[in-house]
């Protein structure tokens, strides 16, 4: 029987180095993969746990029409993350059209003209800028439009959170703390849970009213404990990312304190019909069974996650985190130096994906976006990036980030092509 590495010559004639390191990082690995199992393990009997105790049955997984009435599967799953996460309550739909919409939902439902947002880690996520708005002039419809007053406390110089300095800047109007777990389209490590449980006792000492959100994207079933338990009271994501599995058609979700939730509903509905309202369509049994899987596919991403940094260190690249380092995240940051290589990168993992592999990722502005993004992924679900993927906005210092992906070895073969396609750019 040949070799993966043999038959990946053969079939794309990938570069023998590529190929020698690669399997060199895929031993180097093997250590951090067994505590990886573990952690799934854990995670997995959380889910399982929250199944028995609300006595989840097939009749769940079954959807409403119109109003959506009374739909007991939306319910039930509700009742599912809630217990998963730790919070009183959660808002899990379908309706919540991403990750970003989640966040805003829990920004607009939660803040009122005259409060104070304070982001305790510095600028956010490119499309979250669009929803808070320019300081000088902002858009129509923004967070600062609705006049909240926003403030970005930069991480000090070890990247990590300036509590003095944010502790100074919380007064009588401010009204929320505001935190991202993971790193964005940053070059920073993301941010533990014993970083988040640090920050959130210092504040909640001396402010013990203030909100404290968490921007949860990418963190979900990465360790063993999530923000809520942390001390936070909301927290945020998208379905389309960890706690998807990849099988949820769509969606996000809020899980929080029952009173946050409730004011998210109200914004994401109406105030009135808040969280009882609400077709599900055929979304309940694709996020049923996603969460179901979530653990074990976040366990697998995270293998391609290690092997990736292993892999482009070994190469010469600049990675962040280094492959043996603590992950609070899915998400891979390759520094490699030049636009074409994003390019490279990203056409070749294309061609590893189930979906789409002819076709070729070309730089392209998105909305909500800033800078021209490359992104390669073809996924079962549009944009799915717990699904392998890679994406990256094209400016200086020109990182891509990896993350996703369901089985190592789709991932193992993903990052042969892109180390093959970058190799041969000239590196
Ligand atoms: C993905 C992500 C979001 C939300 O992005 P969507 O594409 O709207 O789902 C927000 N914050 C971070 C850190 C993210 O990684």
Redesign the pocket.
């Given at each position: 029987m040949l070799s993966l590495y043999e038959s990946l010559k053969k079939i794309y004639n990938v570069n023998d180095a590529v190929l020698r390191r690669l399997e060199i990082s895929s031993d180097d690995c093997k250590d951090i993969f067994n505590d990886i199992d573990r952690k799934i393990e854990l995670n997995q009997l959380k889910v399982l746990k929250s199944f028995y105790d609300n006595d989840i049955s097939d009749y769940h997984l079954n959807g409403s029409t119109g109003y959506g009435y009374g739909d007991s599967g939306r319910d039930a799953l509700e009742r599912v993350f809630a217990s998963i996460f730790e919070g009183e309550r959660a808002l899990v739909r379908s309706q919540i059209?991403?990750?970003?919409?989640?966040?805003a939902i829990g920004l607009f439902g939660n803040l009122q003209d005259g409060d104070e947002l304070i982001i305790a880690t510095d600028t956010?996520?490119d499309?979250?800028l669009k929803v808070i708005g320019s300081k000088e002039a902002p858009a129509p419809g923004t967070v600062r439009a609705h006049g909240v007053r926003c403030l970005e406390i930069p991480l000090r110089e070890n990247n990590k959170i300036d509590l003095e300095a944010l502790d100074k800047k919380i007064t009588s109007q401010t009204k929320m703390v505001y935190f991202?777990?993971?790193?964005?389209?940053a070059w920073r490590p993301s941010f533990k849970i014993s970083d988040l449980k640090k920050a959130i006792s210092y504040i909640k000492k001396n402010h013990p009213n203030v909100i404290c959100m968490v921007?949860n994207?990418?963190g979900e079933f990465v360790e063993e404990q999530e923000p809520l338990s942390a001390g936070a009271d909301l927290i945020?994501?998208?379905l389309?990312?960890n706690p998807g599995g990849g099988l949820a058609l769509s969606g996000?979700y809020l899980v929080g304190k029952t009173e946050l939730i409730e004011n998210a509903a109200n914004r994401l509905t109406a105030p009135g019909i808040g969280l009882e309202v609400g077709a599900s369509f055929n979304f309940n049994r694709s996020a049923f069974q996603g969460i179901f899987l979530s653990p074990s596919v976040v366990g697998e991403a995270l293998k391609g996650a290690v092997l990736a940094a292993r892999l482009f260190s070994s190469l010469g690249f600049e990675v962040q985190p280094l492959y043996q380092e603590f992950r609070t995240?899915i998400?891979q940051a390759i520094k490699l130096g030049h636009p074409d290589l994003m390019i490279a990168f990203c056409q070749g993992l294309q061609k590893a994906c189930p979906l789409d592999a002819k076709a070729s990722p070309e730089p392209s502005f998105l909305p909500?976006y800033e800078h021209q993004v490359i992104m390669a992924g073809g996924t079962y679900i549009q944009?799915s990036?717990i699904e392998l993927s890679a994406d990256g906005p094209i400016r200086p210092p020109y990182i891509i980030y990896v993350q996703g992906g369901m089985s190592l070895s789709h991932i193992k073969i993903g990052l042969a092509l892109a180390a093959d396609k970058v190799i041969l750019k000239g590196f």
């Open positions: 059209v991403s990750g970003t919409h989640a966040i956010p996520y499309t979250l991202q777990r993971s790193q964005g389209y921007d994207c990418y945020a994501g998208s389309i990312k996000g995240d998400v909500g944009g990036s």
